[in-house]
């Protein structure tokens, strides 16, 4: 299994943290302030208050013996550059860096960084597709031209089945879930019928899913 350490206990690092915990996996959360390292000490394997620009505390801390690295220290834009650059050298394998803005996220990549991330503006984009359209109700980009969406069904799919509705071949999205109250319907088939405030849980590239919302 592998293990994961994370640097950096803001909000994002700490929910990654708690997520991989929660997860099963082993996860040691490293930040200089010890109020963030106490709130997550239950709940991860290990808590280390430490300077993550330290090489000699990240090497005593056995960090290059971790698989993954995720690393999130705030605004600190010369300390996330250095960090991400220690890892690297201690040969971390994959190393996972938040970024808050794409030039600093050339300057990670530069340095090594495997996977530069923007939650901010990831964050935002979603906010965004939900307030465009009060039909969809979330909306998740997985790759640059496709995303998942879930959508509230329109009064023309009411009562309609999948396959006469026919989303595939006007479309070219796949329908992957139906929501239904506290229920999910997983991979529906072309018999299964849409109801009143259902919900429909979609994948295809983003131009189609635009065409979808409209539907």
């Given at each position: ?26 996860v ?13 000490a ?7 208050e ?39 050298e ?8 938040k ?27 979603r ?36 396959g ?8 070219n ?8 109250g ?14 009143e ?19």
């Open positions: 299994m592998k293990q994961f350490v994370v640097i950096g206990l803001g909000r994002f690092g700490a929910s990654v943290a708690e997520t991989l915990a929660e997860n099963g996996f082993d040691l959360a490293i930040d200089k302030n010890p109020e963030r390292v106490q709130s997550i239950d709940i991860v394997t290990h808590a280390v430490a300077d993550a620009t330290d090489e000699e505390a990240l090497k005593t801390l056995g960090v290059r013996n971790f698989d993954v690295a995720v690393v999130s220290i705030g605004d600190n834009v010369s300390a996330n550059i250095l960090c991400t650059l220690i890892l690297k201690l040969n971390v394998p994959y190393v996972v860096v970024a808050p803005d794409s030039l600093h996220g050339k300057v990670l990549t530069k340095v090594g960084a495997d996977r530069v991330v923007y939650p901010e503006r990831d964050m935002g984009a906010i965004a597709n939900n307030l465009i359209s009060s039909n969809v109700l979330d909306y998740i980009e997985f790759a640059p031209e496709y995303g998942v969406i879930e959508i509230l069904v329109s009064e023309k799919m009411i009562g309609k089945t999948l006469e509705l026919a989303l595939r071949s006007k479309f999205v796949n329908v992957m879930a139906i929501k239904r506290q229920e999910l319907f997983i991979s529906p088939g072309a018999d299964d019928k849409i109801l405030e259902d919900r429909l849980v979609v994948i295809g590239k983003n131009e189609n899913l635009e065409q979808l919302k409209s539907f």
